[in-house]
């Protein structure tokens, strides 16, 4: 069982950054993949960036490259999403999630955070 906390979510600026964090419970935390997703109102949740169990797998959608970085302290059971040069476009929830085999579905994500919010303005 894995419980996840999502913080670092805030109103910033169009060009700005943030760091969201996933904080997680369980001593079993770096066997598992995490994944970033976000969900816009109106549209379907999507995935943003994933992080191997170890941390040499990363993944990340096209939308985010070059902006968005993925990283984990495992000593620390801590997953972080470092957010930069942010466009009103990423305005969403963003979630945390974490999966035994990992990838980029929603279902194949057993556990979620339950979110926090992230607004970006123009």
């Known amino acids: 069982q894995v419980q996840l906390v999502e913080s670092g979510g805030g109103l910033v600026q169009a060009g700005g950054s943030l760091r969201l964090s996933c904080a997680a419970s369980?001593?079993?935390?770096?066997?598992?993949?995490v994944g970033w997703f976000r969900q816009a109102p109106g549209k379907e949740r999507e995935f943003a960036a994933g992080?191997?169990?170890?941390?040499?797998?990363?993944n990340y959608a096209d939308f985010v490259k070059g902006r968005f970085t993925i990283s984990r302290d495992n000593a620390k059971n801590t997953v972080y999403l470092q957010m930069n040069s942010l466009k009103p476009e990423d305005t969403a929830v963003y979630y945390c999630?974490?999966?035994?085999?990992?990838?980029?579905?929603?279902?194949?994500?057993?556990?979620w955070g339950q979110g926090t919010q992230v607004t970006v303005s123009s």
């Open positions: 369980g001593r079993t935390f770096s066997s598992y993949t």
């Open positions: 999630a974490a999966a035994s085999r990992g990838g980029t579905y929603v279902n194949d994500y057993e556990y």
């Open positions: 992080i191997s169990g170890s941390g040499r797998r990363l």
